[in-house]
């Protein structure tokens, strides 16, 4: 069907010419190929579509009428092809996005309202939520993630990396013991994250581990900055949470002698997916969009 349709352009293209040899020159192939590919298609048809004579092509009648369809088959296609640039110059339909709370109530959340202000034909459908969902099996369209993913079937667009800070508020540090080590954590009340059990603090090439110890887990991370505003405690957050807390003195660095590793920030898709005009426009608009790149440089940590 496909080879029809090919010739079916191709003997349009001859009565348009008048002639295989200017056909052959327009769609850049030899004339005996397409005066052996017309003859074919008449086989095929089992009628005769053109009269030759040494001098001149003329169409049959059956010609004639062969031609009003075949026109009508190329109209269809530049019709499709216009509609295909159509939706690539203005996406539309429905994206499933899904991200980390902490993430999706912020960064997310700026990023979504810039690029519906820019592409409004494009649904957005946002689940925010801490849990990983399964793009494929959940149906979603794209994520955004901390971390590389690690299944194969799913690509990876890595926007940045994002450091992270050991933070408490100044009442609780003025009516708690000294930190001067990570050592002395053992010694505090830790606001920890679910996925994020372990402290990993470093200076000066030199590592401690710090358990954190399950007496005040969350698995929202803006739970965990209010907690700690309200003297719950010390707690780790990424710098995209700390817009002005620090600078209102709501919040306090702690251990600034040691630096804690900060995680990496993907945009992850299915490999299929990828065709999608409104999912490749949300894609380049990510990569690009300054309220992403502000917090998250375009450098990976060591070993992120």
């Given at each position: 069907?496909?080879?029809?349709?090919?010739d079916?352009?191709?003997?349009a293209?001859?009565?348009?010419?008048g002639?295989?040899?200017?056909?052959?020159?327009?769609?850049?192939?030899?004339?005996s190929s397409?005066?052996?590919?017309?003859?074919?298609?008449?086989q095929?048809?089992?009628?005769?579509?053109?009269n030759?004579?040494?001098?001149?092509?003329?169409?049959?009648?059956?010609?004639?009428?062969?031609?009003?369809?075949c026109?009508?088959?190329?109209?269809?296609s530049?019709?499709?092809?216009?509609?295909i640039?159509?939706?690539?110059?203005?996406?539309s339909g429905?994206?499933?996005?899904?991200?980390p709370?902490?993430?999706?109530?912020?960064?997310?959340?700026?990023?979504?309202?810039?690029?519906?202000?820019?592409?409004?034909?494009?649904?957005l459908?946002v689940s925010?939520?801490?849990?990983?969902?399964?793009l494929?099996?959940d149906?979603?369209?794209i994520?955004?993630?901390?971390?590389?993913?690690?299944?194969?079937?799913?690509?990876?667009?890595?926007?940045?990396?994002?450091?992270?800070?050991?933070?408490a508020?100044?009442?609780?540090?003025?009516?708690?013991?000294?930190?001067?080590?990570?050592?002395?954590?053992?010694?505090?009340?830790?606001?920890?994250?679910?996925?994020w059990?372990?402290?990993?603090?470093?200076?000066?090439?030199?590592?401690?581990?710090?358990?954190?110890?399950?007496?005040?887990?969350?698995?929202?991370?803006?739970?965990a900055r209010?907690?700690?505003?309200?003297?719950?405690?010390?707690?780790?957050?990424?710098a995209?949470?700390?817009?002005?807390?620090?600078?209102?003195?709501?919040?306090?660095?702690?251990?600034?002698?040691?630096?804690?590793?900060?995680?990496?920030?993907?945009?992850?898709?299915?490999?299929?997916?990828l065709?999608?005009?409104?999912?490749?426009?949300?894609?380049?608009f990510?990569?690009?969009f300054?309220?992403?790149?502000?917090?998250?440089?375009?450098?990976?940590?060591?070993?992120?």
């Amino acid at each position: 069907m496909f080879r029809q349709l090919q010739d079916m352009a191709l003997f349009a293209l001859v009565a348009e010419c008048g002639s295989f040899t200017a056909a052959a020159r327009k769609a850049g192939l030899p004339k005996s190929s397409v005066s052996q590919r017309i003859s074919q298609l008449e086989q095929q048809l089992g009628i005769r579509l053109l009269n030759r004579t040494t001098r001149q092509l003329n169409l049959t009648f059956a010609g004639e009428h062969y031609l009003v369809h075949c026109r009508e088959m190329m109209a269809a296609s530049e019709r499709a092809d216009y509609a295909i640039q159509r939706l690539r110059d203005n996406p539309s339909g429905r994206l499933r996005i899904t991200c980390p709370a902490g993430i999706g109530a912020t960064l997310l959340a700026r990023l979504n309202t810039a690029f519906h202000q820019q592409y409004p034909d494009v649904t957005l459908d946002v689940s925010v939520s801490d849990n990983i969902r399964d793009l494929i099996q959940d149906g979603f369209d794209i994520a955004l993630r901390t971390g590389k993913p690690q299944d194969s079937s799913l690509i990876g667009r890595f926007i940045g990396h994002c450091p992270r800070f050991l933070l408490a508020s100044p009442d609780y540090l003025a009516r708690s013991p000294a930190l001067v080590h990570p050592r002395d954590l053992a010694n505090h009340q830790c606001i920890g994250h679910q996925a994020w059990r372990e402290w990993v603090l470093e200076r000066d090439q030199q590592f401690y581990r710090y358990d954190i110890p399950g007496t005040h887990l969350t698995d929202n991370l803006l739970y965990a900055r209010e907690a700690a505003i309200a003297r719950g405690g010390i707690t780790l957050l990424p710098a995209f949470l700390l817009s002005n807390e620090v600078e209102r003195g709501l919040l306090t660095p702690v251990l600034e002698g040691w630096s804690v590793q900060g995680n990496d920030l993907y945009l992850v898709y299915p490999g299929r997916k990828l065709n999608a005009p409104a999912l490749a426009s949300y894609v380049e608009f990510a990569l690009q969009f300054d309220g992403l790149t502000h917090f998250y440089g375009n450098t990976s940590a060591a070993g992120g």
